[in-house]
């Protein structure tokens, strides 16, 4: 009987324990004012183009209530609103007020994450704000060549610049969720410009457990695959699937020489370049010389159009995750079209010839075996 009784009073202790550990959990509440907006227009809560959530105006407000594991990025979408406003989610109670017809425009209060993520903001949006204003003035057609060189040189500080105060932000707050992303944000230009060390010295800055969350999972998997390929190196292979679905490897190609063309069906300069392709294709194909298309498409259906419709004659093979791809975090590409170019023995000896440069160079090539 004790035995029973003993049970029963320890069974109610832990029904009580997990009732409150119920009440504890941690909960977002959104709490919306949208000005001049209609009743029953439909608002949006979406990550990663996923909805997560939606509701409705009623008397210019709306409301999202719910819980999160880790604070996400989100977007809110109103009907008949322009544009939507970004920012970061986390368990806590947030505002956001629209006072305009422009989303973009609204503010948030109340998260923690957001406000360290509008710290950064501050720092940089002056450098992107010079930059979009030099994008105009290089539009002009009468600027001369002396005018034309000084603003490229101005944008190329302005991007150094910019870069240097984003890696003084990491090194600031290197154990926030804001910090570790936006060095994740930032890792393929980082690398660019000062090469993997800074990348490995910025993460080695980082905690424990900042480097096993899920954000820091993937800076450590880019400084793994990453690679600073040169003139002189020798290929990685490429493992993927081409457009019958079968995988193929780059080291299958037999060629004298192989263009390895990285390229997407949604990048105008890189359709364009596809029929002078073909033709020097067709040209020095006999001759020893192969193409291998690699696309980093995300929509495969996009990517296999794109070949039918371009009659692209060579192996295609495809990674849909795009510039986060393991192939492009391999060969380092940042911006497309983008291209290397390796003998038979698997050595690169070019990179990122297009038109009359490519065109120039295998002239020169094939003419040294004839």
């Not at 190609?253 to 300069?269: D, Q, R």
């Not at 419709?309 to 295609?316: H, M, P, V």
Request: charged content about 30%; glycine content about 4%.
């Amino acid at each position: 009987m004790r035995k029973v009784i003993s049970f029963l009073i320890i069974s109610f202790f832990i029904l009580i324990s997990c009732k409150k550990e119920i009440q504890r959990k941690e909960v977002y509440e959104i709490i919306g004012v949208v000005k001049n907006s209609r009743n029953n227009s439909i608002v949006q809560l979406q990550s990663n183009n996923k909805i997560i959530d939606t509701a409705r105006i009623q008397n210019e407000r709306f409301l999202f209530t719910g819980t999160i594991r880790e604070p996400i990025n989100v977007e809110i979408i109103v009907e008949g609103k322009e544009g939507f406003k970004s920012f970061w989610l986390e368990n806590s109670k947030i505002q956001l007020i629209s006072e305009t017809e422009n989303l973009k425009q609204a503010i948030i209060k109340g998260s923690k994450t957001q406000k360290l993520q509008e710290k950064f903001l501050l720092r940089v949006d002056k450098f992107d704000d010079f930059q979009d204003s030099l994008k105009v003035l290089l539009k002009d057609r009468s600027l001369s060549d002396k005018q034309r060189e000084f603003l490229l040189k101005l944008k190329e500080k302005a991007r150094i610049d910019e870069l240097n105060v984003t890696i003084d932000f990491i090194e600031d707050f290197p154990n926030t969720l804001i910090g570790s992303s936006t060095l994740n944000d930032w890792k393929i230009l980082i690398k660019e410009a000062y090469g993997k060390e800074m990348i490995e010295k910025l993460f080695s800055n980082m905690s424990i457990e900042t480097k096993n969350s899920k954000v820091g999972s993937e800076i450590s998997h880019f400084i793994e695959v990453s690679r600073d390929l040169n003139i002189g190196d020798k290929f990685v292979d490429i493992k993927l699937k081409n457009i019958h679905n079968k995988e193929i490897s780059l080291s299958d190609v037999k060629a004298t020489f192989t263009l390895i063309e990285f390229w997407t069906s949604w990048c105008a300069p890189c359709r364009k370049s596809n029929p002078h392709l073909i033709s020097l294709y067709k040209k020095y194909h006999l001759n020893g010389f192969e193409i291998f298309g690699v696309s980093i498409d995300v929509f495969k259906r996009s990517w296999l159009n794109a070949v039918k419709k371009d009659g692209l004659l060579w192996e295609n093979v495809i990674d849909t995750k795009g510039l986060e791809s393991d192939v492009a975090f391999t060969y380092g590409v940042t911006e497309l079209p983008s291209n290397v170019l390796i003998d038979n023995e698997g050595t690169i000896i070019a990179r990122n010839l297009r038109g009359e440069k490519l065109e120039q160079k295998l002239k020169e090539l094939f003419n040294e075996r004839e």
